[in-house]
């Protein structure tokens, strides 16, 4: 049975993104397997402070005057690519990513989310507000492929 199976659910979101870069996918899951890394790339990451070797607390802003903060358990697989984390806190549920080759040198990430709005006030705003948090979330995602995008290209795809 599938996490959410229908999203009828004005708390309830699903979000899917793919972005692509010149690098090897390698080298691509190599930077997004290191969450520590992520406030320095992605703007609207303010911070990730690991409690465990997979487990965290995060915190998200973009251009709403909110954070949001969620306790974070990853797992990881470094042969298929793939990375996940269960999240709890103001959001609920999983956010995903499968790195796969793409072209002859480059790679693809597929993105995938899926939450419930766990936040009072944010489940009291979800249906009125919803087009503004879908926009929201569609401006940190544009902010989180140009920031890794600008450090594979100054990097050269190096950590």
Not at 42 to 68: A, I, K, M
Not at 86 to 103: F, I, K, N, Q
Not at 128 to 154: D, E, I, K, T
Request: charged share 20%; proline share 11%; hydrophobic share 40%.
């Amino acid at each position: 049975m599938p996490l959410f199976p229908a999203l009828t659910d004005p708390h309830r979101y699903r979000f899917r993104a793919t972005w692509t870069f010149p690098v090897p996918p390698d080298v691509l899951y190599a930077h997004l397997e290191r969450p520590e890394g992520y406030p320095v790339w992605w703007p609207q990451v303010r911070s990730v402070e690991l409690s465990g070797p997979d487990t965290g607390t995060l915190r998200f802003r973009s251009f709403l005057p909110y954070t949001l903060v969620m306790t974070a358990r990853g797992h990881r697989d470094p042969a298929a690519r793939t990375l996940r984390i269960d999240m709890t806190g103001d959001l609920e549920g999983y956010a995903s990513w499968t790195v796969l080759p793409y072209g002859p040198t480059g790679s693809r990430a597929h993105f995938a989310q899926e939450v419930e709005v766990r936040n009072p006030l944010l489940r009291r705003l979800s249906l009125p507000a919803r087009p503004l948090l879908l926009a929201n979330h569609a401006w940190a995602m544009r902010g989180g492929r140009r920031g890794l995008q600008a450090l594979l290209a100054v990097s050269g795809g190096g950590i």
